[in-house]
């Protein structure tokens, strides 16, 4: 829609976003980072193949963390790799 905007515009606006906490920076070993509108803590599945990421609940899993070791998890990264349904298809064929 804007494709005369700049990038370092793109980037300082999504550092501001970030620090307002409006989007959450993930760091992609490998490839360029991403932004995520989802800033609630939560994993991901990326597909190692297309590279397609999805949100990934992780309530249960982080009580059970917080269980065995006794203390609260104040914050993590989670990235599942996988194939997506799409490519797990695509690879039978």
Known sequence: ????IARGTVYRNLKM?????????????GGPDRYD??????GH???DSCGELSDLPVV???REVEAAIGT????YT???HYLCPKCRA???Q
Do not use: S, W, Y
């Open 1 to 4: 829609q804007m494709p005369h």
């Open 17 to 29: 976003m970030e620090r307002d906490g409006e989007v959450a920076h993930l760091e992609m070993a």
């Open 37 to 42: 509108c989802n800033p609630v803590p939560h």
């Open 45 to 47: 599945l990326l597909c």
């Open 60 to 62: 249960g899993l982080m």
């Open 72 to 75: 609260e998890v104040r914050g």
């Open 78 to 80: 989670l990235t599942i």
């Open 90 to 92: 695509k690879n039978a």
